[in-house]
């Protein structure tokens, strides 16, 4: 049986990008897992997870917490640097 850490090291996942995915979508980190797993197979998929995390650092950025707008934003430029859209097929 494969176990969550097997799945988000197949799909280059980050602990950090499912934490974001569940906050976004107020949902437990396995289903946000499963979604980010799936869309990350995509173009179109990526760029909504990217969409997703940049909602957040717009968010927290109006709420004047700027050390979650930093942990958002940094998270955000792994997750494209490890997702460059130009290997999506």
């Known amino acids: 049986m494969l176990s969550m850490r097997d799945c988000l090291d197949y799909c280059d996942l980050t602990d950090e990008d499912v934490a974001i995915i569940a906050e976004h979508h107020d949902i437990p980190d396995v289903a946000a897992a499963q979604i980010a797993c799936g869309l ?50």
């Open 40 to 89: 990350v197979q995509t173009k179109e998929g990526t760029l909504l997870l990217t969409q997703f995390m940049l909602d957040l650092v717009d968010e927290a950025e109006q709420r004047g917490d700027e050390d979650k707008a930093r942990r958002f934003r940094d998270a955000c430029a792994r997750f494209v640097a490890a997702h460059p859209l130009t290997q999506i097929h």
